[in-house]
């Protein structure tokens, strides 16, 4: 007799969401996602019966007629593979958390103590304070910017990094460190004034660069307007603090508050970068309802590239479309993350390249620092430069081997598709359309 077992504890809500298959939130353990009444239902068949038999016989209760090969069909190709059903009873939710982008996560804060620290600042997200909020933030750093834009015509990057001593480093990256950790304070706050409780922060790698992160499953049940808010609340959070920042750089002249505040902007435009897995990414999401975004855009990028590569080798057989009718919200996000990775690949290998053909100029204003200076005053202000130097490389080749490794996907991909037996026409096939 077959038996399943849901791996973890089953939890149900319905969400706004208009379309069919996006009805309910469904929570098993802390895996979270939107599906339809009838998935939902399953699920709930499954949390009371182990026996497919008398699953089948409860989804058939109310009129719902579904047999035995098609219950077995999703719990085999869906449910199993995505490790939401096991075959043993005693499975445990092991693998059920585990972030398929975010490597190595550790906790830094657990669920309690985030609330706490994140319950003080709730108040930012009133309407009326948000929006004086925002017009300061902009005030400050729309004129810091101006102003600083003026002043950087003969700036040199090789040495404004040469002259960062090791203190300079150390603050600089204390810093940042800071206006990240109370970006994902946002991301809390926003989540706890929405209604929902934030659970922890951690810190975890995303390709080689290390990222804080705070887990807000649980906005997955609030309505889309109150999960954008939380989407955006680590972004509003690191923009009050950059500018808080303004002022006191203003008044000390600190090279390295400005570095801080010029890194800041930077991670926050990279943050709204959609096609990274970032805060962006999740907004145009929610934004336009689109989930598992990443992988309906591959998606349907395979279907163009395939149907490209048969028509330029004269095969004028049909290939069906695992996306069809796809919206233009997806179809745009496809072709403009192919472009920004291609674009992306090459400002990487370019930068790279300039930083290698710059090691001899730089080697040498090393050594002119040994000559001028003690050497154990030149080791200092040499390495902080030294290693970020170092990790931007290690990080630049890195993400053009990533790119490459997609478009030799590609490459595999149209290969192929020029191998695949042709396909008769849907209507023309025996039986007609399935």
């Not at 969400?15 to 009838?38: K, L, M, N, W």
């Amino acid at each position: 007799m077959e038996r399943y077992y849901l791996t973890d504890e089953l939890s149900l809500s319905q969400t706004d969401d208009p379309q069919v298959d996006r009805r309910y939130c469904i929570f098993i353990g802390r895996r979270a996602f939107h599906g339809s009444e009838r998935l939902a239902r399953l699920l709930e068949c499954l949390a009371r019966e182990s026996s497919l038999d008398a699953v089948v016989e409860r989804m058939n209760e109310g009129g719902t007629r579904v047999s035995v090969e098609q219950i077995r069909s999703v719990i085999q190709t869906q449910l199993l593979p995505a490790g939401l059903v096991s075959t043993d009873k005693q499975a445990g939710p092991a693998a059920s958390g585990r972030s398929p982008y975010l490597f190595f996560a550790r906790r830094l804060a657990d669920p309690a103590m985030v609330t706490r620290a994140c319950s003080p600042f709730t108040f930012l997200f009133a309407p009326r304070m948000l929006a004086v909020t925002l017009l300061a933030c902009g005030g400050l750093l729309g004129g810091w910017m101006l102003a600083t834009l003026t002043q950087v015509g003969g700036w040199s990057a090789t040495g404004a990094a040469l002259d960062m001593t090791l203190g300079d480093a150390l603050l600089f990256y204390a810093l940042l460190f800071g206006a990240f950790a109370f970006h994902e304070l946002g991301h809390a706050a926003a989540s706890r004034y929405s209604g929902a409780d934030p659970a922890e922060i951690g810190i975890g790698l995303y390709l080689v660069f290390p990222v804080l992160f705070c887990n807000v499953t649980e906005s997955w049940r609030l309505p889309r307007a109150s999960r954008m808010r939380v989407n955006l609340g680590g972004v509003y959070f690191q923009l009050i603090v950059t500018a808080l920042a303004v002022p006191v750089q203003l008044a000390t002249h600190s090279a390295v508050i400005a570095a801080f505040i010029g890194a800041s902007v930077t991670t926050l435009c990279v943050t709204l970068n959609p096609f990274f897995r970032f805060d962006g990414y999740w907004v145009y999401s929610d934004l336009f309802r689109l989930p598992n975004l990443r992988d309906q855009a591959r998606a349907w990028s395979a279907h163009v590239l395939t149907r490209v590569a048969r028509v330029l080798t004269g095969r004028r057989d049909v290939v069906p479309s695992p996306l069809a009718g796809a919206p233009m919200a997806l179809r745009v996000y496809a072709l403009a993350s192919t472009l920004f990775f291609t674009l992306f690949a090459l400002l990487a290998a370019r930068t790279t390249w300039l930083l290698v053909t710059s090691l001899p100029t730089l080697l040498g204003a090393v050594e002119a620092r040994f000559a001028s200076t003690r050497p154990l005053e030149a080791l200092v202000a040499v390495s902080g430069s030294a290693a970020m130097v170092l990790a931007y490389l290690v990080g630049a080749l890195f993400s053009a081997l990533m790119v490459l490794s997609t478009l030799g996907r590609g490459v595999g991909l149209v290969r192929l598709a020029l191998a695949t037996p042709p396909r008769r026409s849907a209507t023309n096939a025996q039986g007609g359309a399935a």
